[in-house]
């Protein structure tokens, strides 16, 4: 037999085709259920499945909602206590409720190391008790009673800072682990403390300075001041805009003003004398930041920007020395919510009702994308939202507030 030019055929290149065009077969064929079984989450290697979850909650509050990872224990707080699970099986560890049916009204952010502050009151009363808790076993370690009640409260290097009027309209600090007093503040002659930050090398603390916003910053040995600066010193910030610290070292603070307009909305962050250094305002080039974290000398954003069709999501990191983009990625049209950085991780987490949700972790220094992984189950019903999440090991713990929801989910690598 001959080819229509005449020649011989090659039986090695008849093989070479049949495998190509076989392989090509294959690819197709094989290809789509690929595709469909990868964001399922039944993929080994490219999925994540549920390790445990705990029991659904009774009624909830909006009150006293706090969550926090120490060790291999994670704790959520509700307004009728606080427990504490084994972050590897799921089981209950400890529970800790307040005395003569009082309500936990409010928490700190972030724990030092296995220590948190929590307050608590009578129902339908002042926040008026403080009390340290371990995390570790759930114990109470001292209580307080304040006479203005709970007002802006940190914790950090060995430190619970109050900024609740209680040192004649200053600040006061104790000590985390005894509740011994340890020093008290004056701040400015017409100015009052807002939201306070504390660790090891620096205290510092909004003050409303009659129609402006000022950040302070103290020494958390002795309270003493060592600068005072305003938040924009060109403009100047208004006292009623909403200002949070997100971080005592290095000294970052969101601010939100009300104006219209023209107000300030941006993340601001100060050098170790109070210079201003980076300003990553809420809107700019890389979209809408919605929602932001700290670590090290940089700041982790999720933005949201405007695609040809939809609003399309992506993480940047930012610069605080500078304000500059150190890198960003986009996620398409993606509905990316909470942000966790560990260990030179950042882990998002991408919700869509309708094919599932997934998990996406990026190199900190980089940007480079180190993995994408399909949820089995769904970590956001249509019912439930995820207020928190940790990442530990090799999984991710996803915390919820809400009647009938089920406060945590761990999820595992498969």
Sequence with gaps: MTNRDGTRPNPIKQVFHGVIALAVVLGVVLGIPFVFLRDSGYLPWFSMTTAWEAPHDRV?????????????????????????????????????????????????????????????????????????????DGRELWHTTTKTGYGSAAVGGGLVVLGDGGARGGLRALDLRTGAPRW????????????????????????????????????????????????????????????????????????????????????????????????????????????????????????????????????????????????????????LDEIDVTDGRVTTLDFDRKYGDSLHVFDAATGDEEDDRAFRDHVVGYADEVGDMFTYEDGVIAVRWGSGERPLSAYERW
Excluded: H
């Excluded at 129609?211 to 040995?221: F, M, R, S, V, Y």
């Design 184 to 335: 008290t503040a004056a701040v400015p002659e017409g100015c009052t403390p807002g939201d306070v930050g504390t660790a090891r090398k620096q205290v510092v603390a909004l003050l409303r300075c009659g129609e402006e916003t000022k950040l302070a910053g103290l020494d958390p040995a002795d309270g003493r001041a060592r600068w005072t600066v305003p938040l924009d010193a060109r403009r100047g910030v208004a006292a009623d805009a909403t200002a949070s610290v997100l971080s005592a070292d290095p000294a970052v603070v969101s601010v939100a003003e009300e104006k219209s307009g023209d107000g300030m909305r941006a993340t601001l962050a100060f050098g170790p004398d109070g210079r201003p250094q980076g300003r990553i305002d809420d809107v700019g080039d890389y979209g809408s930041v919605e929602e932001v974290e700290v670590e090290g000398d940089r700041l982790f954003a999720i933005a949201s920007y405007e695609g040809s069709q939809s609003t399309w999501e992506r993480l940047v990191a930012f610069d605080l020395a500078t304000g500059d983009q150190l890198w960003r990625t986009d996620l398409g049209n993606a509905d």
């Design 60 to 136: 909830a509050s909006t009150q006293g909602n706090g969550a926090w990872l120490a060790g291999d224990t994670v704790a959520r707080s509700r307004f009728d206590g606080v427990t504490g699970y084994d972050v590897r099986s799921g089981e209950k560890r400890w529970e800790y409720v307040p005395p003569r049916r009082a309500d936990v009204c409010a928490t700190t952010a972030r724990a030092d190391g296995p220590l948190v502050l929590i307050g608590y009151g009578e129902k339908d009363g002042p926040c008026a008790t403080l009390a340290v808790l371990d995390l570790t």
